[in-house]
């Protein structure tokens, strides 16, 4: 009987490592693709991560679009109407992306606070702005701001 209990408590034990390790690769897993949003004030003060993936947002400032000579090189500014921060992109911009209107970049922070976006994602309609970006507006104050600018 006592072979029996011990080859039992193996068998429980195994399982519970097998769980255990399943479980610890499926959280780093996870941990690796997740991808917290920044606001500009948030940037600019120091709490996102310098060189991890982030998604950033606000409105693009009017104005601030720079495109170089193949005009696959762009730069913007990007402000929640306190704090502004400078985004470059290599790519094709969005159909909808446009001055003045909500976008959210993912990308890397530079060490100068430069957000490097490997990806831009616009509003898909004329009422849309995405809802990190309108809670970011909301919470400093300016979100009254800029939507009485898209009405003009």
Known sequence: MNAVRKKRLLIILAILAGV???????????????????TPSQIVSGEAPVGTRIRAGGMVERGSLQRSADSLDVRFIVSDGVQHISIRYHGILPDLFREGQGIVALGKLDAS?????????AKHDENYM?????????DSGAYQQFSNQKGS
Do not use: C, W
């Not at 610890?24 to 941990?31: M, N, T, V």
């Not at 995405?130 to 909301?138: H, M, S």
């Open 130 to 138: 995405p809802p990190e970006v309108t809670k970011a507006l909301r």
């Open 20 to 38: 255990g390790v399943a479980v610890a690769l499926a959280l780093s897993a996870l941990q690796q693709n997740i991808n917290l949003f920044y």
């Open 113 to 121: 606070g430069v957000l490097n976006a490997d990806e831009v994602l």
